[in-house]
Every structure is written in C-alpha cells, then in structure tokens.
C-alpha cells in the first residue's frame, strides 16, 4: 500500500512541474491488490501526502468516498479494465478542444503512441454521471480522450504509463495548437514516414554501471530534460560511450524522484530499438563520447512547419542561439541513419522533422547544452512568428542572420 | 410582500384556545432570512429568558426556511425554537422530511404556541384554517401509530410531527418526529411539547411559489445541482453508504469516541461491524431522501421481520462505538424503538455511556440500574433501556433527565461528557480543536452542526482543508462554519448539501426566488445577526463565558491521536482560541455581543 501511494505523491509532484492543472485540480488513481486509491478532492497534486490518497472501494462502496476526487465514479470504472487513470487540465489540450472534435497528432509520439484522441462534449463536463458512462467506454479502445473544455483523461497499465500518455496527450495538443495558430500547411507534415516503436515499457531499474559519478550525470540530465520539458515524461534517450559498449538511457525525460532505467549495450551488437540503433550509428561512425536524443516540442512546431515550406534549416532569431548555432539543419524522419550521424557530427544537433533532435558531444551535460539551446531557439522563433500573426511584430525573416541561410 | 414567502404567521395559545394570525414585516424577513433566524426571532420576542422550560411560558416557534417552497436543493427543512428543557439555553432544532416543505405551503411561515391545552390536542392547519382538536385518544401512541392515525382522519398526503410516549413523559431529551423517521431531535422539544399537552401537528398545503426572477433563481439551481451531483461526497459517499459511511473516516482519524470519550482506541474490526459497510451489507433495503433532496442519506432497513430507517453515523457512534456495542443490527433496533417513542439517540446514547462509566467505577451497581449490568460491550440491553427511559421506568428515569443531572446525582459531574448540558455527539473533540471550540461555543450546547460542522474543514474540506490542530486561525474557521449553518438553517437547506455548495449558489437562489438581492456576505451578516440573538437570550438566561468550556475530560486526560499524546491544553489552546472566537464574533471580553440590535 505504501508503495503505490508513494508512486501517485510522485505522479501528483510531476504534474505540477509540468504544469498540468492548476494547484488543486486534476485526479490520480490506481488499482493495487484489488484495490482501488485515488486522490482525495481537492488536495493539492504537488503535496500530496500519504492521507491524500484514499480507497473509495471499486465493487461496494467504501468510506473513503467522502475524501474521494469529484471524478472517482469515472476512475473506478476505468480500473475494472485499467491499472491505472489519471486525469488533469492540460492546458494546451483544453484549448485544442474548442477546435477540433478529435487530436489527430503530426508529431511523432503521437502518432504514435496515441494515433487519434477523442474530444466529446458534455451537458455536465465535471463529475457528472454522463462522463462516468461514456469516457470508460471510450477509454476501452483508446488510451486517452479529452473533454471538451475541460481536460483529458488516460488510462493505462501503470502509473507511469498512464503519466507518460497525459505528457504525449499534452504534448501533442501544445504542436498542434501552435501549428493551427501559425497557419501551417499541413499536408506534407501528415505524411511523414516515422519509424516504428515499440509500446511504452516501465523501468525495470536496470543498472548499467555502478559508477556514482556517472549515474548522477545520468539523474542530473534526466532531471533536466524533464524540468525544460526538453521531451515529454519517459521520452528521450541520452548514453555516453564506455569502450565498445554504451550506456544507455532510454526513458530519458524523468524527475529524480521517479525511477529511470540505465542499460549497458554493446556499440556493434545488432538491436531493432531504431533509438538504440541510432545511438549505437554515432559511435560507430564518429568518435563522440555522448549522444542524447530529445522531443522538444518547439523544435517539432518549426521542423513541422518548415516541411510544408521545403526549408532544410532552423536558422535562430536571437542572439545567443546564432552565436551559438547559425543553423540548426533539419532533416525528414526517415532519412539515413548515416547521413543523420554526419549531420549530428558536423552541426552537434540536427533535428529531424516531427521526430525528434539528435545532438552529440563529449559529455551528457555538453550534449544536454545543444538540445536546450534548441528548445530555446524554436521556442523564441515560434513565438515571434505569433507575434508576428498578430500583428505587433514585422516578418520574422527580418530577424534571422542571413550567415545562416548559407551555413 | 416578499415573494417566496407568505408574509403570515399564526399565533396560537393553548391554554385559552385563541388564534391569532398575523402579517410579518417584510423587514423581519429580509433581517432573519425565515428559518432557525425567523425562530430565535420571534422566540426571542415572546420567551422571556429566565422561564421554567417545562412550564406554560416556554414556547414552540416552528418556522418555514426561507426557501421552502422553492426548487432549491434539499430545501424543504424547517426549525423548531424553544427553552431547551434540557440545557436551559435557546434551542433551535432542525428537521428534514416533506412536513416542512408542506407547512409552508399552508400559507404560513411561522407558527408560535405558547401556554398548555388542559387536554391533549394536536393542531391541523391547512391553507387558511388553523384547528385545536382535542385527541386524548392518541395520548400514549408511539410515532408510527400516532402518524398513521392522523393520516386516516384526515388524508394519505397529510403530513404529521408529532411526539412519542418520551415527549409525554417529559424525557429531557424527547424529540419532534415527522413522516414517521425525520426529527427535530437535540434538546428536548419533544418534552416541551408534552408539557403542553400537545401531541401533534398535522399540516395539508398546495399554495405554490413563483420565482421572482426566474433566470436567477434557475441559474442558481443549475450551478448547485451540478456541484452536487458531481462531488463524491454528495452524489456517491452519502448515498452509497448513508451517513454511517463516516464512521470509519472518523474512526481514522481518532475521534471516534470510546467508552463515554475515555479514549478513541477501537479495535479496526469493531469499527468494522457498525460501519456504513456494513449496513449496507446486512440491514439496508433502500435509499430514502427528504424533500427535493438529490443526496438520498436516509436508509430504510430491516433487522428480522422488524423495518425501520437509519441508524444513522451519530446514533451509531454514541448508541454503538461510544459504548463498545459493535453490532449493527443492535443498534438498528433500538434506533427504530427510539424514534417511534420519540427519543435523541445522541443524548441517550452520550447518557447510557455515562452510566456505564458510573457502573465500571463502581459509583453506581445493580441497585441502582435496576438489575442491569451496565458494562461496556454488554449486549442485549438496549432496546430494554429505551423503553424505561421513555416511559421513566426505574432507571429509566433517572437516564431520561440526561447525562449531566445523572452524573450530578451521583457526585461525579466531572464525567458527564456534556457542554451547557448538552451531550456531545460522535467526534472526540481532542482530535480537532477546530470541533473542540464549535462545542464550547455552540449556542445549544455540546453540538457538532450549531458549533459548526468542522469535521468538514478537518478532513474532507476538499481545498477547504484546515489543519484540525492549529490553534491560530481556529476561531475565524469556526465563525465561518457556524454562520453557514445558521444561513442553512434559515434558508432550510440540509448541512449535507453544504459539502458541494455554498453561500454563493444559495444567495442566488435566493435572491432570485424572493427577488431581494442578498449577497453571500449579506446571508452570512443575517446568520451573525442570529447568533447575536440566540447568545443574547442564553446570557440573559443565565449562561456566561465560564459555561463556554468543554468537559474536565478533554483537558485533563491525553489520549493517543495521530501518533501523538494530546489533550487539550485549556491556557495555550483553548483560552486563546476562545478569546479569539470573540474577538472575531465582535462580542466583548465576557462574550457578550456589543453590537447587538434587536
């Protein structure tokens, strides 16, 4: 019991980092011996303690209902199939939920670890007995639906699971906002050929090395790439070459307080994992000590959008990302995985559209520079471009060092 | 005119048989807001402080809530306002069921009797007549034979409060009971009643309410039906497990009382055998609401070929944990003795467990109980208990006169577990100093709901929450809870629907039923304006700051909660919470309010 209240307080801290709902909003439950936890209304996610966490019964009624969330007749129904629910108020999610009448994600961990994601609509959207019927049933074949003007709801097999889809639900709904503000073309953005994953795997608490030096680099970079929300929860993956073999981290983006697995890997050993392989290409073919792979959902809005414009480049609009990068190269998702390492070598980052950035260097913490100066730049592009939309800025190639169109 | 309400009281003296009918000032209205504010209004006006409660002078105010006859949730509740024969304090006690809902639609919106019929009497008022018959027939009935006779006199759809055998026998503690299950039950009004010799109140009334201003008034409803309907607590805790589901929260968070409030140390599996759980599993046939309740709290049940409704959290608490009886079907069984002879389960139970303790400590035996063994955990005794308490048998009668005068009897007052004699209900109050102070300050007496309902704020207040051990800020909560209470209690609205909703739904149900425009903080300002009153009259019936105090018990004795010894420190804890509650209150160092208007 005390195991699994200590994984939803952990999940409840996670949310509010992530600034998924407000202080006291949003609801955690979870099935453990049979039984059913849940938050407790009104408590606050980022504090929650031990006495937050409260068992309303899943069968028959039990007394902890009186503390229950305002939706636990939902979460009950959905652990009698799932392990786990969470549900939040997300705020990109919310606002895509006044525009479309199902998320059809163009970003890669969309597509695919959610496919599509339901917006229904409700007389009642909070607590209501017509939610408590309908998002079960939706929830059966889809691992996550979102309330019209109120928030998404996931479901999954742990509560990391169930965490690591609300992040993809989130993340997704934040390119695809952006993307509609901007006025993206889309068409070609919707046909880019990803390669295939496998489902989301929880830590096994695997230990590739014993060296605490290096396993708290590894926590450090995990720690970041979460807090800069550089990818979304468990995405990403970092490794740094040890000989012949790597260490490998590949649920990347994690809270300290929230396990991650490090895995030794042989550098030529054949692997089907294309995050594995993609790491093990850059030591093969270049000598660089450490490898990162992130999500940053910016770098996805301006790779998605240049896909439609033709552009093969992210060239910086402010100071310290030009000085740092005159351009960032971006490339199609299914582009060779020997040309992505020469690319990754020569610019220390290139991003592949809609998938991801791969950024080389000698150490997690030099690697982890490259994918955050990314996050910065798209993030300041994107927003000036909506700025830009609206008026109160000029065109946004105005602003870029024309060095870069030549890098 | 004020919409909403009928601007019409009735008068009636029993002793002369005049009735007088009058028109209220729509001042009075919008001041007291109907309810327990229009009660302790007009009782105020016609009790003079210092009377004998059991005497003619004593009155009974019945008052409509101000949203009766509204659509507003679980508004159908009404107050009866009396000497408390009892605590000697003001006593405002309040009542579910449909009565009120159709008392008012008689037309009236308050109902005065004052003096004593020379025979037993019941009332009958429907829309436009008010009647005195005499019923010697009916004196000695039980609750459900009384009701079901009246119903047949007159028709199925009226609606009947009356008293059972311990309201005749002037059982300190006899309750008011109507549609044969709801009561108005702390205090003793049931005694009050019979020491006028009146046995019932029968009402039939179709008048019908137009909303004032209709969008506000539906908007109002829409917003309080959703919060509702959707809160755990309000549209699946109460009425999936009835109020008996708390005992287990409360047994968690050590205030579940044991042993007459010795300590709170229960075994998991005792709580477990009386639990709302457990009820439901064993005894419960159906849900059973109030008027337009949404909440359905109320079980109907069944133990053996017997059906009854309840029992409910306190009677279970104080007939059950309190005296270390861990079966339910026990405690139902009593329960549906003392409703139909018309007795508090709360103070009967609090009195019993007294006894018990005089009985352990060897103060009182056999002789004196009438050969029974009153030990904690004894089985099989209760129901005989009810019965000799109703009809003041042995001693029966010596438990019918409560649990202060029992343990004054036998020179061990420090042990009555009562504040300005009224017994406390099922919340140890050393676990939360937030309840602990709603006792000291209640203005009947050692009461959970005119204290203030804190045990919402101490661990299901939602965002709410307050930590039930600060002592700091204690006194502005409770201020805060006691005015919502006194503004359900004058709307007619039922405490539980307050754990969804607030003043802020109600103000606009309100405003738009009756169509004067009341703020949140004007219904609250109304709510202090009652306190003020009902503190006026205590003060000058005798009753200072030294009587605003909690039982020896609580002070003295440390038990173990959360992980920890306490007690109540009385100079670092309570004397500061206490000077702060006045201080908050506006009333001057002795408690007085200085800013009282009449």
């Not at chain 1, 009642?124 to 939610?131: C, H, I, R």
């Not at chain 2, 047994?251 to 007459?260: A, I, K, Q, S, V």
Request: glycine residues 10%; neutral net charge.
């Amino acid at each position: 019991m005390y195991e699994i209240k200590k994984q939803m307080i952990n999940i409840g801290k996670a949310m509010l980092a992530l600034d998924l709902q407000n202080t006291h909003s949003g609801n955690i439950s979870a099935l453990h011996d049979r039984e059913m936890y849940v938050t407790k209304t009104g408590s606050m996610k980022g504090h929650l303690k031990e006495r937050d966490i409260v068992i309303p019964g899943i069968e028959e009624p039990k007394s902890g209902l009186f503390q229950a969330s305002s939706e636990t007749g939902t979460h009950r129904k959905i652990l009698k199939y799932a392990r786990s629910a969470i549900h939040a108020h997300s705020l990109p999610t919310t606002l895509v939920s006044f525009l479309v009448e199902e998320i059809r994600p163009f970003d890669f961990l969309g597509k695919r670890y959610l496919y599509s994601v339901p917006v229904v609509e409700f007389e009642y959207p909070v607590g209501s007995l017509e939610m408590e019927e309908k998002i079960p049933e939706i929830l059966r074949k889809k691992p996550a639906v979102v309330v019209k003007k109120h928030g998404p709801f996931v479901r999954a097999s742990s509560l990391n699971e169930a965490f690591f889809f609300l992040c993809i639900v989130d993340y997704s709904s934040e390119i695809l906002l952006h993307l509609k503000i901007l006025g993206a073309d889309l068409s070609k953005s919707s046909n880019l050929c990803y390669p295939e994953v496998s489902r989301y795997k929880n830590p096994y608490s695997f230990k590739g090395t014993e060296d605490k030096e290096l396993i708290s680099q590894f926590q450090r970079t995990s720690s970041d790439a979460f807090e800069l929300k550089l990818s979304p929860f468990h995405t990403g993956s970092l490794s740094v070459r040890d000989g012949n073999q790597m260490i490998y981290c590949p649920n990347l983006s994690s809270p300290e307080y929230i396990k991650n697995d490090l895995m030794r890997i042989e550098i030529d050993e054949d692997r089907e994992d294309f995050f594995i392989r993609l790491h093990q290409t850059v030591y093969r073919y270049s000598s660089e000590k450490s490898v990162i792979f992130t999500h940053s959902p910016y770098a996805m809005i301006q790779s998605l959008e240049m896909v439609g414009e033709g552009c093969d480049r992210i060239i910086p609009v402010d100071a310290e990302g030009g000085y740092l990068y005159p351009a960032i190269p971006v490339v199609l998702p299914d582009e060779e995985m020997r040309v992505l390492v020469e690319k990754a070598v020569k610019y220390k980052i290139v991003v592949l559209a809609g998938l991801g950035a791969l950024a080389v260097g000698h150490t997690p913490g030099d690697t982890i520079h490259h994918s955050s100066s990314l996050r910065n730049i798209c993030y300041l592009k994107s927003k000036l471009q909506m700025m830009n939309k609206v008026g109160i800025v000029g065109d946004v190639a105005t602003y870029v060092d024309e060095r870069g169109k030549n890098w | 005119m004020i919409n909403g309400y009928n601007n019409r009281g009735v008068d009636v003296n029993l002793s002369t048989g005049k009735i007088n009918y009058f028109n209220i000032n729509e001042d009075i209205l919008i001041k007291t807001l109907g309810g327990r504010g229009l009660g302790v209004y007009y009782f105020s006006k016609h009790v003079s402080p210092r009377i004998d409660a059991l005497s003619e002078e004593n009155a009974l105010v019945i008052s409509s809530g101000g949203l009766g006859g509204s659509l507003a949730p679980t508004g159908g509740r009404f107050s009866v306002t009396f000497k408390s024969p009892l605590t000697g304090t003001i006593c405002s006690s309040n009542s579910g069921g449909f009565w009120g809902s159709i008392f008012k639609r008689t037309g009236y919106d308050v109902l005065i009797i004052k003096g004593k019929a020379s025979v037993p009497v019941c009332l009958y008022i429907s829309e436009g007549r008010v009647d005195i018959i005499e019923c010697p027939e009916l004196w000695g009935k039980t609750i459900p034979v009384l009701t079901d006779k009246l119903r047949e006199k007159y028709t199925k759809k009226a609606r009947v409060l009356g008293i059972g055998p311990a309201g005749e026998n002037r059982v300190k503690y006899a309750s008011m009971v109507n549609d044969y299950h709801r009561t108005n039950a702390r205090g003793g009004g049931g005694a009050v009643m019979g020491s006028k010799n009146l046995k019932a109140i029968v009402v039939e009334g179709k008048k019908k309410f137009i909303p004032s201003n209709r969008e506000l008034y539906q908007a109002g409803i829409y917003q309080a039906d959703k919060l509702i309907r959707s809160m755990p607590v309000t549209s699946m805790a109460f009425p999936e497990l009835g109020t008996d589901g708390l005992l287990k929260m409360v047994y968690e968070h050590d205030m579940l009382p044991h042993r007459n409030f010795q300590d709170v140390y229960h075994a998991a599996e005792d709580v477990a055998k009386i639990s709302g759980e457990c009820l439901r599993k064993e005894i419960f046939l159906s849900k059973k609401g109030c008027f337009n309740c949404r909440i359905q709290c109320g079980r109907s049940t069944q133990v053996g070929k017997k059906k009854g409704e309840g029992p409910e959290f306190e009677t279970v608490a104080l007939m059950g944990a309190n005296l270390c009886i861990y079966d339910i079907k026990e405690i139902a069984l009593a329960n549906y003795l003392c409703n139909e002879l018309g007795i508090d389960t709360i103070s009967f139970g609090n009195t019993i467990g007294l006894a018990m303790e005089l009985y352990e400590k060897n103060i009182i035996d056999k002789k004196n109980t009438g050969g029974f063994i009153l030990r904690f955990g004894e089985r099989g005794i209760l129901e005989h208990l009810v019965h000799k308490t109703a009809y003041r048998e042995d001693f029966g009668n010596e438990i019918a006169e409560g649990a202060l005068r029992l343990a004054r009897r036998h020179g061990a007052e420090k042990l009555a577990v009562v504040v300005k004699g009224l017994e406390l209900p099922g919340y140890d109050p050393r676990a939360s100093l937030l309840q602990a102070l709603g006792y000291a300050t209640s203005p009947r007496g050692g009461c959970h709901l005119k204290g203030g309902y804190a045990i919402t704020l101490g661990f299901f207040g939602g965002s709410r929450e307050v930590d039930r051990f600060l002592v700091d800020t204690t006194a502005e909560h409770i201020v805060t809870e006691q005015d919502s209470g006194c503004v359900a209690d004058s709307l007619g609205v039922c405490r539980f629907s307050y754990f969804s909703i607030g003043e802020n739904e109600l103000s606009r149900i309100y405003s738009g039923f009756t169509g004067v425009d009341l703020s949140p903080n004007d219904l609250r300002s109304r709510a202090k304006g009652t306190i003020n009153m009902e503190r006026m009259f205590n003060t000058n019936a005798g009753f200072y700051r030294k009587d605003d105090t909690l039982p020896l018990r609580f002070f003295n004795e440390k038990i173990l909660i959360s992980g920890k010894m306490r007690a109540i420190d009385r100079e670092t804890q309570f004397l500061p919470m206490l000077r702060k509650y006045f201080e908050v209150r506006k009333w001057n160092e002795d408690g007085i309010p200085s800013l009282y208007e009449d």
